[in-house]
């Protein structure tokens, strides 16, 4: 399984984005999937997850209300769209594939991930 993850750039604080991350390989539409960033320095942390059919979704205290994850199993994408963007905000996001259906906030339960797409946020 290959994931791309793509959308990043550079944008002022308040702006938006929406990040997109495609699987090949095979299908992921019975897996969880997840979001996460890193920001220098810093260890890596869960953004947001949705399960297997996008009936349920998970988001860290940080970007909830802002940030919304999304997924096309016809497509084989998962989305994240980022709004209100902050400074602190900066970081390398990741998409990962789970081992579980569930929308898994654990590190442990995703077995594949992308590359990752950079996001700057200016003040």
């Known amino acids: 399984v290959q994931l791309q993850a793509s959308g990043g750039g550079l944008v002022q604080a308040g702006g938006s984005l929406r990040l997109s991350c495609a699987a090949s390989g095979r299908t992921l539409s019975n897996n969880g999937m997840g979001w996460f960033r890193q920001a220098p320095g810093n260890e890596r942390e869960i953004v947001a997850a949705?399960?297997?059919?996008?009936?349920?979704?998970y988001y860290a205290d940080s970007v909830k209300g802002r940030f919304t994850i999304s997924r096309d199993n016809a497509k084989n994408t998962v989305y994240l769209q980022v709004n209100r963007l902050k400074p602190e905000d900066t970081a390398v996001y990741y998409c990962?594939?789970?081992?579980?259906?569930?929308?898994?906030?654990?590190?442990?339960?995703?077995?594949?991930w992308g590359q990752g797409t950079l996001v700057t946020v200016s003040s």
């Open positions: 949705i399960s297997w059919r996008g009936l349920s979704t």
């Open positions: 990962a594939a789970g081992r579980v259906a569930a929308a898994s906030s654990w590190h442990s339960d995703y077995n594949y």
